[in-house]
């Protein structure tokens, strides 16, 4: 797996649409690379911001319908 591969496996696995044995790829890559690791652990932690964002009121405007 490299690091490409690693980060798309990031946003599967942080939908939850992640197989096992991609996962532990993922797991193996990202004890390696601390670039994905750190890309996995902010992905996660942005992740669950939005959580908690999304349980408190969903016009947060956080959703990126518009950048401009
Ligand atoms: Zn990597």
Not at 20 to 28: E, F, I, N
Not at 39 to 62: K, N, V
């Amino acid at each position: 797996m490299n690091c490409t591969q690693a980060q798309h496996a990031i946003q599967l696995d942080l939908d939850g649409e992640l197989p096992w044995l991609k996962k532990r790829a993922l797991q193996r890559h990202t004890a390696r690379c601390r670039t994905c690791r750190e890309a996995w652990r902010q992905h996660r932690a942005i992740r669950q911001a939005m959580g908690r964002l999304a349980a408190i009121g969903p016009s947060c405007g956080l959703t990126g319908s518009k950048k401009r």
